[in-house]
């Protein structure tokens, strides 16, 4: 029998400390940015809301009929704080920065959002009689095991909503009456667990589908706590109702003043044909498929059917609801002629339903403790260490990135090696080789810094540099080295400008213009060196010419030998230009497969166009906020688990 105690205080730091710690490692591996247009329709209205006190996405334009997102304006409306804290920090900046900052602040609501599923995952798991250990490694498992931790960098509504249902679930009493004493359930948290499931069709409307469960499980708990007098489970009931009723009421008012009916999303009349996949590539595609499978993109849920068994010998009224909520949300999806999720890591429609899968885990890591199982530990080191390389390539190389180079529609392909998360891996891969050879790579001379685009594709001259550009010298033992260049700057405006090259910091030559273009040579010492290239800045932009950037002079060739050896050529034959300015155009740039970008918001913050002083800011400000957060939840984490040890010693007999 259950413990019908209210929640310990204990457990409820526990819950606080785990949100700390993933809050934490959630906003150091953000991206700081949006990758979908459903993400940008989404912080317009909250954008519309905050300055203009409307719904509408067109609030400014006069006599113009309004226009309205199609999704739910629950977690635009949600979002509010964020973005009025974004908007405070983006107005103390840069104007040029306040697209990309104010959005990077509001992208925080997803870490916020998960890291919340995951603490009250771990409540679920205790409330469920499970241990400690279990309740942390099934929060964690969800946390970090899963495609919610790529998800935590979006702004998709699927977390929000999984928050919403699965708080619904955990609202309600979970103890079992005394033999012989039926008594009345208490009505609020039926209340509360009905508002909490009215509030999700406010944020994703299709979250429709688990109302239908979330009200069965509701009055099954309602029933069983009322005992033998059925009559008292009554109230309880009428409370989820109207818990329920408020926000669907406000959704339908809403609905009638944007779309004319209540019963009309923005979705539109036609939704229903758009159910016109088959439903064997939608279901199959959601499950196993390489190119989109839950199993894929979440290896620890392998484990589900087992903890699900394990689950219904506990609480079979928690293991129906999460088998059905699933099954439900699969069976919808497999129709839908965007089953994918389009632009998203994974099944992203089955985001909302994570947490109803982790649950069951549960019953699975319970049966670890104590016992010798050596197959099961096995199969769950193995599973997450699977999932380990998936979470990465989700996290390290933006999802954008993948969708621009294979441009693919068929996402349901059974092809491992054209998997998404095979092919970021390779992107990975390949990134840090290139990374080494510019910044490591022995007996070669690099292009490290400073230099535009090549003008020749994958050739890596001719080129032009920026106004200050670095050279490394990676030589072998040898005698002399010998550094040969041709420079031109005949091309620049109004008149070529002088030059300067330096090794090691010392000026080796000056010159007025190398117009016409000028060639170089050095003899050196053979050991590891640094060439640096001064010139006055010009903008072809400024002249009449389509290309806005900041140029010195026009590298034509370079090379480098030891004792008559040449030393190999390296560079990024498509350097990270400055970050556009436009929204679209940032999250073009964001995902351009040409460039070697890591998708973390450090790595923007150097390619962004804000002074040093401010990115330094910046970067502190975000950094203290996210290893702050992630130390007090490590330390409250040791505390809590400190006490149960001494908890535990207590109790032993003496």
């Given at each position: 029998m259950m413990s019908s105690e209210p929640l310990p205080a204990t457990r409820a730091r526990g819950?606080?400390?785990?949100?700390?710690?993933?809050?934490?490692?959630?906003?150091?591996?953000?991206?700081?940015?949006?990758?979908?247009?459903?993400?940008?329709?989404?912080?317009?209205?909250?954008?519309?809301?905050?300055?203009?006190?409307?719904?509408?996405?067109?609030?400014?334009?006069?006599?113009?009929?309004?226009?309205?997102?199609?999704?739910?304006?629950?977690?635009?409306?949600?979002?509010?704080?964020?973005?009025?804290?974004?908007?405070?920090?983006?107005?103390?900046?840069?104007?040029?920065?306040?697209?990309?900052?104010?959005?990077?602040?509001?992208?925080?609501?997803?870490?916020?959002?998960?890291?919340?599923?995951?603490?009250?995952?771990?409540?679920?798991?205790?409330?469920?009689?499970?241990?400690?250990?279990?309740?942390?490694?099934?929060?964690?498992?969800?946390?970090?095991?899963?495609?919610?931790?790529?998800?935590?960098?979006?702004?998709?509504?699927?977390?929000?909503?999984?928050?919403?249902?699965?708080?619904?679930?955990?609202?309600?009493?979970?103890?079992?009456?005394?033999?012989?004493?039926?008594?009345?359930?208490?009505?609020?948290?039926?209340?509360?667990?009905?508002?909490?499931?009215?509030?999700?069709?406010?944020?994703?409307?299709?979250?429709?589908?688990?109302?239908?469960?979330?009200?069965?499980?509701?009055?099954?708990?309602?029933?069983?706590?009322?005992?033998?007098?059925?009559?008292?489970?009554?109230?309880?009931?009428?409370?989820?109702?109207?818990?329920?009723?408020?926000?669907?009421?406000?959704?339908?008012?809403?609905?009638?003043?944007?779309?004319?009916?209540?019963?009309?999303?923005?979705?539109?009349?036609?939704?229903?044909?758009?159910?016109?996949?088959?439903?064997?590539?939608?279901?199959?595609?959601?499950?196993?498929?390489?190119?989109?499978?839950?199993?894929?993109?979440?290896?620890?849920?392998?484990?589900?059917?087992?903890?699900?068994?394990?689950?219904?010998?506990?609480?079979?009224?928690?293991?129906?609801?999460?088998?059905?909520?699933?099954?439900?949300?699969?069976?919808?999806?497999?129709?839908?002629?965007?089953?994918?999720?389009?632009?998203?890591?994974?099944p992203r429609f089955l985001n909302a339903v994570l947490p109803f899968m982790a649950l069951p885990l549960a019953a699975f890591l319970d049966t670890l403790h104590g016992r010798r199982t050596p197959l099961r530990s096995g199969a769950l080191i193995v599973l997450a260490l699977l999932a380990a390389p998936v979470q990465l390539a989700g996290l390290l190389i933006s999802v954008n990135t993948f969708f621009s180079l294979t441009r693919g529609d068929d996402l349901s392909n059974y092809r491992v090696a054209d998997s998404a998360i095979a092919v970021q891996l390779r992107i990975a891969a390949d990134q840090l080789r290139q990374l080494y050879e510019i910044r490591f790579a022995p007996d070669s001379v690099a292009l490290v810094a400073g230099f535009s685009y090549s003008e020749d594709g994958p050739r890596q001259v001719p080129r032009w540099t920026l106004p200050q550009a670095t050279i490394a010298l990676r030589p072998p033992p040898g005698d002399m080295l010998e550094l040969d260049m041709e420079l031109n700057s005949c091309f620049a405006q109004p008149a070529p400008s002088p030059i300067a090259i330096a090794v090691a910091g010392q000026v080796l030559a000056r010159d007025q213009a190398a117009c016409p273009r000028r060639r170089y040579r050095f003899a050196l010492p053979a050991r590891p060196t640094t060439v640096t290239l001064s010139t006055a800045a010009w903008n072809p932009a400024a002249f009449g010419g389509e290309r806005d950037e900041e140029l010195g002079v026009m590298l034509q060739q370079i090379a480098a030998q030891v004792d008559g050896r040449p030393l190999a050529l390296q560079g990024d034959t498509l350097p990270v230009p400055p970050m556009p300015r436009g929204t679209f155009a940032i999250r073009h740039w964001m995902g351009d497969h040409r460039m070697s970008h890591w998708d973390f918001w450090w790595w923007y913050l150097l390619h962004d166009r804000l002074s040093p002083g401010e990115n330094l800011l910046l970067a502190a400000a975000w950094l203290a906020l996210g290893l702050g957060s992630l130390g007090w939840g490590l330390r409250g984490m040791l505390r809590a688990g400190d006490a149960t040890r001494r908890r535990g010693m207590l109790r032993e007999p003496v």
């Amino acid at each position: 029998m259950m413990s019908s105690e209210p929640l310990p205080a204990t457990r409820a730091r526990g819950a606080a400390a785990l949100f700390g710690v993933l809050f934490g490692l959630y906003l150091l591996t953000s991206g700081g940015h949006f990758y979908a247009v459903d993400e940008e329709m989404m912080f317009d209205v909250t954008e519309s809301l905050a300055l203009h006190g409307s719904f509408a996405l067109n609030p400014t334009q006069l006599g113009a009929a309004p226009t309205y997102s199609q999704y739910g304006p629950g977690q635009s409306v949600a979002a509010l704080p964020l973005f009025w804290i974004g908007r405070a920090i983006a107005g103390r900046f840069s104007p040029d920065a306040y697209p990309w900052l104010i959005r990077a602040i509001v992208s925080w609501f997803n870490p916020l959002i998960t890291a919340g599923v995951a603490a009250l995952l771990f409540i679920a798991v205790l409330r469920l009689g499970f241990g400690r250990r279990a309740a942390i490694g099934t929060a964690l498992l969800y946390g970090i095991g899963t495609m919610a931790w790529p998800h935590s960098k979006t702004f998709f509504a699927e977390p929000l909503t999984a928050l919403l249902c699965f708080g619904s679930y955990l609202a309600l009493p979970i103890d079992m009456p005394r033999d012989g004493e039926p008594r009345a359930p208490a009505w609020r948290p039926f209340l509360l667990a009905g508002l909490l499931a009215g509030l999700a069709p406010t944020v994703k409307i299709q979250s429709g589908i688990a109302l239908p469960l979330l009200a069965l499980f509701a009055a099954l708990r309602a029933l069983r706590a009322a005992g033998r007098e059925r009559r008292a489970a009554v109230p309880a009931l009428a409370a989820w109702a109207a818990g329920a009723a408020l926000p669907l009421v406000a959704l339908a008012i809403y609905q009638q003043a944007a779309f004319g009916s209540p019963f009309r999303s923005g979705y539109g009349d036609s939704i229903w044909s758009q159910f016109s996949t088959d439903f064997w590539v939608g279901f199959g595609g959601q499950i196993w498929s390489s190119g989109r499978g839950i199993l894929w993109y979440a290896p620890p849920l392998l484990l589900f059917p087992i903890g699900l068994w394990l689950l219904w010998r506990r609480d079979w009224q928690t293991a129906a609801l999460c088998a059905l909520i699933v099954v439900a949300h699969v069976l919808f999806y497999s129709k839908w002629i965007a089953w994918d999720g389009a632009g998203a890591w994974g099944p992203r429609f089955l985001n909302a339903v994570l947490p109803f899968m982790a649950l069951p885990l549960a019953a699975f890591l319970d049966t670890l403790h104590g016992r010798r199982t050596p197959l099961r530990s096995g199969a769950l080191i193995v599973l997450a260490l699977l999932a380990a390389p998936v979470q990465l390539a989700g996290l390290l190389i933006s999802v954008n990135t993948f969708f621009s180079l294979t441009r693919g529609d068929d996402l349901s392909n059974y092809r491992v090696a054209d998997s998404a998360i095979a092919v970021q891996l390779r992107i990975a891969a390949d990134q840090l080789r290139q990374l080494y050879e510019i910044r490591f790579a022995p007996d070669s001379v690099a292009l490290v810094a400073g230099f535009s685009y090549s003008e020749d594709g994958p050739r890596q001259v001719p080129r032009w540099t920026l106004p200050q550009a670095t050279i490394a010298l990676r030589p072998p033992p040898g005698d002399m080295l010998e550094l040969d260049m041709e420079l031109n700057s005949c091309f620049a405006q109004p008149a070529p400008s002088p030059i300067a090259i330096a090794v090691a910091g010392q000026v080796l030559a000056r010159d007025q213009a190398a117009c016409p273009r000028r060639r170089y040579r050095f003899a050196l010492p053979a050991r590891p060196t640094t060439v640096t290239l001064s010139t006055a800045a010009w903008n072809p932009a400024a002249f009449g010419g389509e290309r806005d950037e900041e140029l010195g002079v026009m590298l034509q060739q370079i090379a480098a030998q030891v004792d008559g050896r040449p030393l190999a050529l390296q560079g990024d034959t498509l350097p990270v230009p400055p970050m556009p300015r436009g929204t679209f155009a940032i999250r073009h740039w964001m995902g351009d497969h040409r460039m070697s970008h890591w998708d973390f918001w450090w790595w923007y913050l150097l390619h962004d166009r804000l002074s040093p002083g401010e990115n330094l800011l910046l970067a502190a400000a975000w950094l203290a906020l996210g290893l702050g957060s992630l130390g007090w939840g490590l330390r409250g984490m040791l505390r809590a688990g400190d006490a149960t040890r001494r908890r535990g010693m207590l109790r032993e007999p003496v």
